[in-house]
């Protein structure tokens, strides 16, 4: 890493500390930090030799509140605040309803300090990149913020999108973006000398037409939107790339060469409202929607039917999935078997425990391919990849990598995934890459697409148990899964 990189984000991080003693969570300080480079960025660019016209209202820029000190500094940045939530653009969207939530006056000039010392738009976006990400990754890691949800394993959406292997001047959409993990791995991926070189028309179509995401928190949106911006995609007075609310309301009417997403866990949506005594109850949302096969109140389920939707008659989607969306039967049931008539599901990855931030969280990643409409049925076969079967990963003692998943990457052979070869075979019973027909899986009790095959070696030899501590994460997780499912039971019974 290089110094520069290095002390910037030792000095970020080193706020961290103090913030948290003062009981800022990561969420607020990463919020706070996104205000306040976005002030300061701006005053950048008005300056030699950008000299752009930002927009900053009078008073309202950088210069008006960097050489203030305690109450004066939280007076006006207070007023800043408000004033540039009622403007438009990105600008207007990050600023929304924000407010100042470091009461120690301080530690906000110490921040501000640090960040007045920097120059942020000549840094490089790889720097901004990694000082937000690491922060992202903290809130997420903070059990308490409740972020983990939002968080899926960088090193997994990596291999998505190798998998995928995105093309230039093609669109990609994120129907449940969070912090913009997706998007920032494809444009990693686009921008790559070793994949593309792109010409000044393919780089201005990756900058501001390649993305569109959509996020239903206010908060987890702001970040998206700074994390994008930090690495140049879009622009700070443009066409917002994101959408605030809830994605599966409507049919946005666009379409997309790919949709890499991983939609929020909890199989219910529901809707809050408060009732006639004044207690606030939960009621399940049914999307009623034409463009859907079937309607139900899972999450995930509607979700697959949106990305359906959203995808071009020849684009391809990668999918994060709970294990109940392979075998749930009723309207889980006919939405694989729309999947495997109408779409070329080709590629099921059975990830492992221990690798999301939610415990008890069995997960799969789907690949497939929509097809134009025809009589016949598109899925011919689906490969398996089990990643899941006599492997531990944990988050901090044992986390997955990239090397975990190079091995899978290689079997889905993206260069041409039709030149695939199993591993497993009648010689070979714990070989993890395995081939079923349409019609083996059609035949399955409920079409069901949870399938495995290799001997779980903690149940065939009770002298090679796992470590303690893998068992006992197991357990955790286990117990997480059914507090979970006996949660839902006790709401529905309420209901």
């Not at 039917?305 to 049931?333: M, S």
């Amino acid at each position: 890493m290089p110094d520069q990189t290095s002390t910037i984000i030792s000095k970020v991080w080193g706020m961290c500390g103090p913030l948290r003693d003062d009981g800022v969570s990561y969420g607020d300080y990463l919020e706070q930090l996104t205000y306040l480079i976005f002030l300061k960025m701006s005053d950048e660019y008005s300056k030699p030799p950008y000299q752009r016209e930002t927009g900053i209202p009078a008073g309202c820029g950088w210069s008006d509140m960097n050489t203030l000190k305690g109450a004066e500094l939280e007076s006006k940045y207070k007023s800043i605040l408000e004033t540039l939530g009622e403007q438009g653009g990105t600008l207007g969207k990050i600023f929304q309803g924000a407010v100042n939530k470091i009461s120690n006056a301080a530690i906000l000039y110490r921040i501000v300090q640090m960040i007045d010392k920097e120059n942020w738009v000549s840094m490089s976006t790889d720097v901004k990149g990694e000082i937000y990400e690491g922060l992202l990754q903290k809130n997420a890691e903070d059990v308490k913020s409740g972020a983990g949800q939002y968080f899926t394993p960088r090193p997994l959406i990596r291999a998505m999108v190798e998998c995928i292997r995105p093309e230039p001047r093609k669109t990609i959409a994120d129907p449940c973006c969070g912090s913009g993990g997706f998007l920032l791995a494809a444009q990693s991926y686009l921008s790559d000398p070793k994949h593309y070189t792109l010409d000044r028309e393919a780089k201005e179509f990756l900058k501001r037409d390649t993305f569109r995401g959509w996020e239903i928190v206010p908060a987890t949106f702001k970040m998206s939107l700074m994390n994008l911006f930090l690495h140049n995609i879009g622009d700070l007075y443009g066409e917002v790339p994101i959408t605030l609310g809830d994605a599966l309301l409507t049919d946005p009417g666009e379409r997309f060469d790919y949709v890499l997403t991983n939609p929020p866990f909890g199989k219910k949506s529901s809707l809050t409202f408060t009732n006639e005594e004044g207690e606030q109850e939960e009621e399940d949302l049914v999307y009623n929607r034409q463009d859907f096969w079937t309607t139900s109140s899972n999450k995930q389920l509607n979700f697959l039917q949106h990305i359906n939707t959203l995808l071009k008659a020849d684009g391809k989607a990668a999918v994060v999935v709970p294990d109940n969306v392979l075998f749930e039967g009723g309207a889980g049931e006919t939405i694989r078997k729309k999947l495997l008539e109408t779409c070329d599901l080709h590629t099921i990855l059975r990830l492992p425990t221990g690798i999301f931030y939610k415990p008890g969280v069995k997960a799969n990643v789907i690949f497939f391919d929509k097809r134009p409409a025809s009589p016949e049925r598109q899925t011919k076969e689906v490969w398996f990849y089990d990643l899941r079967t006599n492997l531990h990963f944990t988050l901090k003692q044992h986390p997955m990598t990239y090397e975990d998943l190079k091995d899978f990457i290689q079997c889905y052979h993206p260069e041409n995934r039709y030149e695939r070869h199993e591993t497993w075979s009648q010689d070979n019973l714990d070989g993890r890459w395995r081939r079923f027909t349409a019609e083996e899986i059609l035949n399955r009790d409920k079409t069901s697409l949870d399938i495995f095959w290799i001997k779980d070696k903690a149940l065939a030899d009770l002298d090679n148990l796992p470590a303690p501590e893998e068992l006992a994460e197991d357990i955790l997780e286990n117990l997480q899964s059914a507090m979970d499912g006996f949660s839902e039971l006790l709401a529905a019974l309420k209901q």
